[in-house]
């Protein structure tokens, strides 16, 4: 059921990869590690496709929904380091328009590091609109922050590509996609704006029934940041569900899994890798091939820690990459070096800066919590064991 290798020293992310497969908690997934340049994981099963019941194979890719953000804001760091970007200047000084409604003074930094106060689009734009960019960053230039740029911070989740994808455009004349496609991931299986033949192969994402309720779950203390969580996902018209389902992509056939969709290469949400692309990006993140090894550790210092305006739970954010906290949990030898980005539905991708480590967990089943539970946690904690075995 299981294909691929794993070194001896590793044995254990092979064994609870499997033991999540043995439990039921998967359908189709891959894990891939590298630890310096070796790869010494690289591990996939199951199903690409429950409904045909197509094996996972060695290249089958996966959409890594918000892991995303990671290759983005590597994008943004190299565009620095070429001198193509300040990240300390207005967005307006590159995109003028986007001054409008109090704008003017919120930084390149301020949007990788979600303190934008611009988390939803606001309106009713049509689900085929993720496959205009352009449209949805003219949209988003109108509106006014929803909280006071630079005083808080909160996920924005889909605004995020949409806002640094239209400042590369402005400066650049290129979209994230191409520089990922082009100068980032060649010769890694990853794509940002997935071609028709990489769409053919791409697992079949499978979710669990959502609530079909108004009413947090039982159990939850009113006043807790867990209780409130509850009651804003609950909330079709909460803040949350605005950040996170508008437009509404969900709604085409196969939702962000729907070839418009892949084929648009959403910078916040739109990444097709197999894992061991996705792995394979933060080994040459951290080796300085994508950016200046300084460039990176300034990255990674903290600019937005504590309770998130969106997600009500702690999160941490550098520039563009996630830090240690709830929404990126990580197991205590993993906390000084750690960064990445977490993926709806439990994917992740990973590096340390002080580990040498990278790893990329992708799978097809979605989870039903905002981390997706805990199979890339329990994976991760394999691979910190395995390096003090």
Known sequence: MIGGHCDPRFEQVRQTFEDTFERGAEIGAAVAVYLGGELVVDLWGGQRDRHTGEPWEEDTPCLSWSCTKGVTAAVMLMLADKGALDL????????????????????????MSHRAGLPALEGDPPAEEVAEPVRLAERLA??????????????????????????????TGRTVGEIVNEDVAPGLEMWLGAPDDVI??????????????????????????????????ADPDSLMNRALYNPPVHKLPGGFGNPLALRAGVPAAGLVATARG???????????RIVAPD?????????????????????????????PSTTFLLPQGARAGAFGHTGLGGAIGLGDVERGLALAYIPNKMGSSVSGGLRAYNLINAAYASLSS
């Open 278 to 288: 996705l792995a394979g990006f933060y080994r040459d993140l951290l080796a300085g």
């Open 295 to 323: 460039t990176l550790r300034d990255a990674l210092v903290p600019r937005s820690q504590g309770p998130d305006r969106i997600l009500y739970i702690d999160s941490a954010f550098g520039l563009g990459f996630m830090r």
């Open 142 to 171: 109108a509106q006014k922050p929803v909280w006071e740029p630079g005083t808080a911070h909160g996920y924005h989740a889909l605004t995020y590509g949409w806002l640094l994808g239209e400042v590369v455009r402005r400066a």
């Open 88 to 111: 300390s200047a207005p967005v307006a000084d590159v995109w003028p328009e986007f001054g409008a409604a109090g704008k003017e003074r919120i930084t390149i930094a301020e949007v």
């Open 200 to 233: 053919a192969r791409t697992a079949r994402l499978s979710w669990k029934e959502r609530r079909a309720t108004t009413e947090a779950p039982p159990g939850l203390r009113p006043g807790t940041a867990l209780y409130e969580m509850a009651q804003a996902a």
